[in-house]
């Protein structure tokens, strides 16, 4: 049992969560810019990939 069963998220939900998450830090890395500003974005833009991959994974 995970730990999304105990709270009544579904897996869906967790993504959904994910890729927001994603959303704002690749936001806040291009108001940044620069370097540091690209590494956020990026690591945001890995969030979204991730998170989206994750919501169309099959489930067994």
Same mark, same amino acid.
């Given at each position: 049992?995970?730990?999304?069963?105990?709270?009544?998220?579904?897996?869906?939900?967790?993504?959904?969560?994910? #890729?927001?998450?994603?959303?704002?830090?690749?936001?806040?890395?291009? %108001?940044?810019?620069?370097?540091?500003?690209?590494? #956020? !974005?990026?690591?945001?833009?890995?969030? #979204?990939? %991730?998170? !989206?991959?994750?919501?169309?994974?099959?489930?067994?």
């Amino acid at each position: 049992m995970g730990v999304n069963a105990l709270f009544g998220k579904t897996n869906t939900t967790t993504s959904n969560y994910i #890729i927001g998450l994603g959303a704002l830090v690749t936001g806040a890395g291009k %108001l940044i810019g620069g370097k540091l500003g690209s590494g #956020i !974005t990026g690591f945001g833009v890995a969030h #979204i990939i %991730l998170g !989206t991959l994750d919501k169309y994974r099959h489930r067994w």
